[in-house]
């Protein structure tokens, strides 16, 4: 039986997810934009999924203003291992972060061709709340989601 753990967010487990490959090859592009990505160390706000003492995703939130936070996820190809568990945990956790946090809005960016991330934040209860023309690092287009807690 695999041993899931939840451990505070490190940089190095997004470089170590990085190394040992993403969930999707459209993301490997991405992740060669260093300095643009959005992988926090943020205190509390941040996490990572281990099965077996390996990184098999991370996420956080990062508060834009009062109520309101960025959501971000990078997973490695781990989680295709165990991802209706990884998933739900991601979800739970997610959920924990912004009751405490009392996040009402959270909103996301998922690259527009990243069918697997737009089903993903779908079933966290993310909506598309419209295209963003140009907004990537390499001006490629994404998708603004948002889960609103009304």
Known sequence: MDKFEIVPYDPQHGEDMIA???????MDHDATFKDNRIDFKTPALSYTLLCNGECVCSGGIIPLWNGNAQGWVISSKRIFKNR?????????????LCAANKIWRLQTSVKANFTT???????????????????GPDKSDYYLMAKVYL
């Not at 779908?122 to 709340?129: D, R, S």
């Open 20 to 26: 040992y490959g993403l969930n999707d090859k459209l």
């Open 84 to 96: 209706i568990r990884a998933s739900r945990l991601i979800k739970k956790r997610t959920d924990i």
């Open 117 to 135: 991330g737009m089903r993903f934040a779908e079933f966290l209860g993310f909506k598309n709340e419209g295209l963003m023309r140009g907004y």
